[in-house]
């Protein structure tokens, strides 16, 4: 269980750290990066568990295939897990409703944000399952506290969503001439002209054929 937790943390490192090199959005690259710090220390609280025992953590172990495999859940606060487990049916998911119409100019970093949420609840689902088959104490302990930080980052991640896909949030974009931040407004429309407020650089935004914004220069 340990080994399969560390592959999944693994990846979340792995996702965490290629979002934030895919996005102009300082506002998420921000929280990509604290979501990839994050796994980074469980995944150190694991290697450490393994180490404690006198096992490498970097040993190939064999590729555990519980996901989607009907984990129980864990409730908002991963309380009361062990409780949960013993009845798997009965305790459900938490979907995302469709993604909303209309939205302009997010589209990838929309659909990573879902799949990253989608990753998250069925983590907290494996932890909780995790923490009720533990026979050693320490470790259902380490497992729920996993759970938590994994049901903190699902509703990080389901208000993140709401924010990017609200037309009334602003489009905020990094300067591509020096790194700094371009405030488009609420719902720009394409062509909308934005100026660096701390380098020469302007700028119109353009879609691309993936849905998302980009920016072309204008003359200064």
């Not at 989607?68 to 864990?74: I, K, L, R, T, W």
Request: aromatic share 6%.
């Amino acid at each position: 269980m340990v080994r399969e937790a560390l592959r999944l943390e693994r990846e979340a490192v792995a996702r965490y750290s290629e979002h934030p090199a895919a996005s102009s959005d300082p506002r998420l690259v921000t929280y990509w990066e604290s979501l990839r710090r994050n796994e980074a220390e469980h995944r150190r609280l694991l290697e450490a568990w393994l180490r404690a025992r006198g096992e490498d953590p970097d040993r190939d172990a064999p590729a555990a295939q519980i996901l989607g495999a009907g984990a129980p859940d864990a409730d908002e606060g991963a309380t009361d897990m062990a409780a949960n487990a013993k009845d798997p049916g009965g305790v459900g998911r938490h979907p995302l409703p469709p993604a909303a119409a209309g939205i302009r100019g997010h589209a990838t970093e929309v659909a990573a944000l879902r799949a990253d949420y989608d990753f998250e609840d069925e983590a907290v689902a494996i932890y909780g399952h995790f923490a009720y088959r533990a026979e050693d104490h320490e470790l259902m302990e380490l497992f729920k506290e996993l759970a938590r930080g994994e049901a903190g980052h699902r509703n990080g991640l389901r208000r993140t969503l709401r924010t990017v896909e609200d037309p009334a949030t602003p489009v905020i974009l990094f300067c591509p001439l020096c790194g700094w931040q371009i405030d488009f407004g609420a719902d720009p429309a394409e062509g909308t002209e934005g100026k660096c407020p701390v380098c020469p650089g302007r700028f119109a935004l353009r879609p691309d054929e993936s849905g998302d914004w980009t920016l072309e220069r204008l003359a200064p």
